[in-house]
């Protein structure tokens, strides 16, 4: 059986017919998520997938009619808590494709999610 790495690179477009003539990347890849941002001053976000813990798409009238979608991962990553890949191409495939990776990502790391309800302080004693 052949082993090989998917991963998916789509550029931020802009609403009017789709065109990606804006300077935002994203690198979708079994072990990290990446965003690229800028032109002059560039800013490189990383997320590791097994920090993804919800992905949800949003598609508005306009992004239909030009065939975009909007992903949005919510992760446990401190610096970036909820990453937005806007208005992209292939919006569906690449939702399930970052849901699969992740959770084989937790898997792999034996990492679980979740929820912080609240601690006992001594004092609750």
């Not at 239909?64 to 495939?93: M, W």
Request: a neutral charge; charged letters at 30%.
């Amino acid at each position: 059986m052949e082993n090989t790495k998917r991963e998916y690179q789509e550029r931020k477009r802009i609403l009017f017919f789709g065109l990606p003539w804006t300077f935002t990347k994203y690198f979708i890849g079994e072990e990290l998520l990446t965003v690229k941002k800028g032109l002059l001053k560039t800013e490189e976000d990383d997320c590791y997938m097994y920090k993804v813990q919800d992905v949800k798409m949003t598609t508005t009238l306009l992004e239909r009619i030009f065939g975009l979608s909007t992903v949005i991962c919510y992760t446990g990553d401190t610096t970036d808590p909820q990453i937005s890949l806007t208005h992209i191409k292939n919006a569906k495939e690449i939702k399930g494709f970052i849901l699969e990776v992740s959770e084989v990502a937790r898997q792999k790391r034996r990492t679980m999610n979740t929820l912080d309800i609240g601690t006992m302080d001594s004092e609750d004693f």
